[in-house]
């Protein structure tokens, strides 16, 4: 747990400078940059269970790719969600919390998620305080979201 | 907190206003007088995981022989783990505008939520009491993002009144239930009247009779919409609903209701 905490301090650094650095054993060398995220998701629901939704889609924007969201209706105004997306390479895995309200035929949750890993060539993705928000149309249940903020790689 | 944004019709805000001022004449009858109230509530069906209709009933009664002080609130209180996530009640937004120029027919039948209705005492008269037929809850445009039900009154002679008023869902922990809280405002009797006192109240929230409509394949198609859901798991002795109730005397009283379990499948 404490290295995982000093490799992610490690590599925020290095993307603030955007180079790369030599790990600590100095055998290899990671080349950390950061990306600026926008994406776009558009979302069918596939199964729901309880407090939980089931959504899937694809993504759109800087990463292109199938995405996943299960969102967690906590209270009548508050969400959490996990989002899963697979673009081509490798694969991102976030978590975060939302309000979510509902008016009418729609309801909207917005707040901030954390890129907390990923694999392939995402593999040492992380990044917080991304913007994170949505729609559902409640009949069909039918999700845009949207994601925005920086991540380092 | 609730708020009242709306509360008696164009054609009977004169009595509204006549009632408020008659209300100083009416108190000191009540001084001393307190009142008990019992509620009723119900799942239907009443089935783990299910969508069901909520109902709900209470009786106010004085502790005198007294008629009983007008009520000013309601919070009613849901059992925790209601589910709220797959409900397309309130498909629509009514607004209460709308709703006061033109009645029902100036919202969405997609924005019905439930029905029920009154009866009221009068401060004056021989008659016992009336019966507000019919009392509609419609969805209103939500209010800091939590969901605001309206309620939609009209009563006729003697209680000749047109009333909107609002509750709002309000949630005070990340375990779904919350509470619905109303504020109730004084419905005028007649002119140079105090306001009447609510004895009873019947409503449902829920599925139950109501019929939405959507589009699909240039038609309009009819169907039912999804209520909230039953909790999955039941604790021991039952779904707990709580309501507290305010009066104008300033008074306030507590009951509590409890839906029983369902009965397990042998």
């Not at chain 1, 969102?71 to 996990?82: C, G, H, I, K």
């Not at chain 1, 009418?104 to 593999?123: M, N, V």
């Not at chain 2, 009983?68 to 629509?92: E, F, Q, R």
Request: charged fraction near 10%; hydrophobic fraction near 40%; charge should be positive.
């Amino acid at each position: 747990m404490v290295a995982g905490i000093m490799s992610a301090g490690v590599l925020t650094g290095a993307a603030g400078l955007g180079v790369g650095i030599s790990s600590a054993a100095g055998t290899s060398a990671v080349a950390a940059r950061t990306i600026s995220l926008s994406e776009t998701g558009h979302l069918h629901r596939t199964s729901s269970s309880g407090l939980k939704l089931n959504e899937q889609g694809s993504a759109s924007g800087t990463i292109k790719g199938t995405i996943y969201i299960h969102l967690n209706v906590v209270s009548p105004n508050r969400v959490t969600a996990e989002v899963n997306i697979y673009p081509s390479g490798g694969s991102l895995t976030g978590s975060g919390s939302a309000n979510y309200s509902v008016n009418g035929g729609t309801a909207s949750f917005s707040g901030k998620l954390s890129i907390k890993r990923g694999t392939g060539s995402y593999a040492h993705a992380h990044g917080s305080g991304l913007n994170f928000s949505g729609t559902i149309r409640r009949l069909s249940g039918a999700v845009t979201v949207r994601l925005s903020g920086s991540m380092s790689t | 907190m609730s708020k009242l944004f709306s509360r008696i019709g164009a054609a009977t805000a004169a009595l509204a206003a006549t009632a408020a001022l008659l209300v100083c004449w009416w108190l000191p009858t009540s001084a001393g007088a307190a009142q008990t109230v019992t509620l009723h509530t119900s799942f239907s069906p009443d089935k783990l995981g299910a969508s069901t209709t909520i109902g709900f009933s209470f009786h106010i009664a004085s502790t005198t022989n007294e008629m009983s002080a007008p009520l000013t609130s309601v919070s009613l209180s849901l059992p925790p783990g209601i589910n709220y996530v797959k409900t397309t009640l309130g498909l629509a937004i009514c607004q209460p505008a709308a709703l006061l120029a033109k009645g029902l027919s100036g919202c969405s039948p997609n924005s019905r939520l439930g029905a029920g209705n009154a009866f009221v005492e009068l401060p004056f008269g021989k008659e016992s009491g009336y019966e507000i037929p019919d009392i509609q809850a419609l969805m209103g445009p939500p209010h800091n993002g939590n969901i605001v039900v309206l309620f939609y009154a009209e009563g006729r002679k003697p209680v000749s009144a047109q009333l909107v008023f609002q509750g709002e869902l309000l949630t005070g922990s990340e375990v779904l239930g919350g509470s619905l809280n109303t504020a109730v405002p004084l419905i005028p009797s007649v002119p140079n009247g105090p306001p009447v006192s609510i004895v009873s109240v019947q409503a449902t929230i829920g599925p139950s009779h109501l019929t939405y409509y959507t589009h699909a394949h240039g038609r309009r198609v009819a169907f039912h919409p999804q209520g909230v859901s039953v909790p999955l798991s039941c604790p021991r002795g039952g779904f707990p609903f709580s309501a507290s109730f305010t009066f104008l005397d300033g008074s306030s009283a507590v009951a509590k209701s409890v839906v029983p379990c369902p009965r397990r499948r042998r």
